[in-house]
């Protein structure tokens, strides 16, 4: 998609992604993977290197993905200088919900958006023999903990509320969301074009 763009030198056509990235808004608005991750942490960077007072906008509509992936751009977020405000647009499920509850200067929600958390899943068929088979359950238990801490540490939910609430697939109302820690506020979608 493009969108055309007015300046004294006539009319251009710009990538609708560039044009957003100008304005200092980044979309995660599929599936969250290592591509997605590797682009994510590098428009970061550099919105970071274009000002790192300046708040960036990091608008959501994912139903989640791979946890290695939203681990490095959990990473990301928090070690970028410059602020990062969340919206959630529609859904935020499973790791984009994690990344969603790790914003730093702000997490809105939109009145009919919602949140999904739930115990991380096993991609895939299993096989092997029976070591191998407990060597992925002994690791998918290390990421469940290490999910639950995180998701903890930015609620203000202890982990055992945090791991009684992800036993099932948890549906979070944007009310729901505040009352959990995982948003602070509902918003117009006005609030996204304050800039």
Known sequence: MNVLIRSSQGIQTVPMDSYMLNKRRIFIDRTIDAELAVDFARQILQL????????????????????????????????????IRMFCAGKAYSMAAVLFACGNNGRYMLPHSELMLHEPLLGGSISGNSSSIKSISDSLLETRKKMNKIIAKHTGKTEKQVAKATEYDHYFTPEESIAFGLCDEIVEFSKLMEG
């Open 48 to 83: 970071n290197d274009e000002s790192d007072s300046e708040p960036i906008d990091v608008i959501i509509n994912s139903v989640g993905g791979e946890i290695n992936a939203g681990m490095l751009m959990y990473d990301v977020i928090q070690s970028s200088k410059a602020p």
